[in-house]
């Protein structure tokens, strides 16, 4: 009996060790809904956010993002430097990240050979590569040396041209830890793109074996928290902790089961069901699916509002009377109460007081005395000293595309300007495609018009949107010392000085020339169940699922 005591006792602390040491080996599962069926797994094609973060989880990434604000953080790099002319970016790798395939027969992963800064310059040639036709490379070829010649050459061009512009981009190998980019501009926040579209990191071998066919499970090399060990097309995908990878230890959740609802209403009943232990990462629930479920305290607890990466705004044609005035813009922007017009017209979604919203890298502190609040005796002031300088208030027309809810929110604000200026103002709308053509030709006077960053940095809003040289900027607005300022914060690296010089920038654009009136910051909704420890990410797409933990 003694022997039997003390052989059970033994055990049992033998057990009791291995899972303090190994909460994963509880065999522990997530639900989550990744939406519609994958058109791909190539992380280098992929641009929908369900997908993108099918491929954080499977794939190695120079640079990981911050969840709070996109900030950079460490990933396959371990550190990074910049040259003092703000054009040569250098990442030196970790030693201990690995390629593995999952073995279908077996049900082992299997570790092949450590990523490598071949891996890398690969990588990025292949994204840039017109045959590839990657989705985001045009977007970002401007960015690197020869990028845009190579992404634009003839995909019939011959092979050994094609070569050569690959050998020619600005990306290389110094050693097999270290890669070196060459830029064509200084760009401060060249790490967090680096994160958010061109550092993942695919295996040439395997590409160039199996072709198309690469991704095939029991064939595919990946390099991330999981792997993927089954999938039944329009039904699910099953990942599995990967073992060999370099954080393993810390990754407590052993398997991951993204279900494949296309629609929101689908998930939310998959939720009630008990089938999803969050609805993440696909979609924002809305609308009808959000009543529903704010009617309901038990899923209400469940919700939680998250940051988006869009801002919407109202927009002047400052290059025509009567708004080449900034009197007569800083009138209008006095006039409305954005309070009551977001109230009125939107579920989701906060006042927007500038332009960047608050969350991301670089950007403002939302405690920041920026924008233009609404004052209706000063507006009214306002627009009498406009008067003064020979402004006049004809009858305008305010465009926007077709949608209910853009055309109720011009209505909503008309109503302010009518109420506060006298105003005289008609809503015009038309389809988005023609819409999109008439704000790059000629603008109405006033417009409605919405911004999304591709990436969560104060950068790509005001540099890309705003700068007197953007594509983006419909308002026809230029001011040299905003462009000065934006300019010298993509040289900058020091984020605090970063986000000083992009609030004075916001100062000017939102306030002092009132170039446009921002209106919304975007949010959306997800429901994760209490037993889910998580974090929620900035950028859609981009949340450290393999950080989560649930509870016993």
């Known amino acids: 009996m003694k022997v039997r005591s003390v052989l059970l006792f033994f055990a049992l602390c033998f057990l009791l060790v291995n899972c303090r040491q190994n909460p994963a080996a509880q065999g522990s599962e997530l639900s989550l809904n990744l939406g519609a069926e994958p058109a791909t797994i190539d992380p280098l094609l992929a641009t929908d956010p369900p997908t993108i973060q099918l491929d954080q989880l499977l794939f190695a990434n120079l640079i990981q993002l911050s969840e709070s604000d996109g900030s950079p953080q460490p990933g396959l790099a371990r550190e990074w430097l910049v040259s003092p002319d703000g054009l040569l970016w250098e990442f030196r790798l970790r030693d201990d990240v690995y390629w593995v395939k999952y073995n279908a027969e077996t049900g082992e992963t299997e570790r092949l050979r450590p990523i490598n800064a ?8 292949r994204l840039f590569d017109p045959r590839t036709q990657s989705g985001f490379a045009t977007r970002f070829a401007p960015l690197i040396k020869n990028a845009g010649r190579f992404v634009r050459a003839d995909p019939r061009t011959s092979e050994d041209d094609l070569q050569r512009f690959a050998d020619e981009l600005g990306v290389k190998a110094t050693d097999d830890h270290t890669v070196q980019f060459e830029l064509n501009a200084p760009t401060s926040a060249f790490p967090t793109i680096v994160g958010a579209w061109l550092g993942r990191v695919v ?5 160039e074996a199996r072709g198309v066919n690469w991704t095939d499970i029991g064939e595919m090399w990946t390099s991330g928290p999981y792997v993927l060990i089954d999938r039944e097309p329009f039904r699910f995908l099953l990942l599995e902790k990967n073992p060999h990878y370099y954080d393993s230890e810390n990754v407590t959740i052993e398997r991951l089961r993204f279900r494949l609802l296309p629609d929101v209403a689908s998930a939310l009943d998959a939720y009630l069901r008990g089938e999803l232990d969050t609805t993440d990462p696909y979609d924002s629930i809305e609308g009808a699916n959000l009543d529903r479920v704010l009617a309901d305290p038990a899923l209400a607890h469940d919700m939680k509002l998250l940051p988006g990466l869009c801002t919407t705004y109202f927009g002047f044609n400052t290059s025509k009377p009567p708004f080449d005035n900034i009197q007569l813009r800083q009138a209008f922007a006095l006039a409305l109460n954005r309070n009551d017009v977001v109230s ?8 927007a007081r500038w332009f960047t919203p608050p969350q991301v890298n670089a950007a403002p502190d939302l405690d920041s005395d920026i ?8 507006a009214k002031t306002t627009l009498d000293q406009a ?11 305010f465009g926007t595309n077709t949608n209910q809810q853009f055309i109720d929110a011009a209505v909503a604000a008309i109503q302010n300007w009518r109420a506060t200026l006298s105003a005289v103002i008609t809503v015009e709308d038309t389809d988005f495609t023609t819409y999109l053509e008439q704000l790059r030709t000629d603008p109405p006077p006033l417009f ?3 911004y999304c960053g591709s990436y969560p940095d104060a950068h790509n809003f005001l540099f890309d949107a705003f700068h007197s040289g953007s594509p983006y900027n419909f308002t026809k607005w230029s001011s040299p010392q905003f462009d000065q300022l934006v300019s010298e914060a993509a040289r900058e690296t020091d984020v605090l000085k ?3 010089l992009y609030s004075r920038a916001e100062k000017i654009l939102v306030e002092e020339q009132a170039a446009i009136i921002p209106l919304l910051w975007s949010q959306r909704a997800s429901l994760t169940r209490p037993r889910v420890e998580r974090t929620f990410a900035v950028m859609e797409g981009y949340d450290r699922i393999e950080n989560w933990k649930l509870k016993p």
């Open 203 to 207: 295996p040439r071998e395997n590409i």
């Open 448 to 450: 409605r018009m919405g």
């Open 371 to 378: 924008g233009i609040d609404f004052d209706a005796p000063l």
């Open 498 to 500: 970063r986000r000083l």
């Open 118 to 125: 071949h891996d890398v310059v690969y990588s990025v040639q």
């Open 387 to 397: 008067r003064v300088e020979g402004a006049r208030l004809p009858a305008l027309t």
């Open 344 to 351: 009125q017209v939107f579920r989701l979604g906060e006042p």
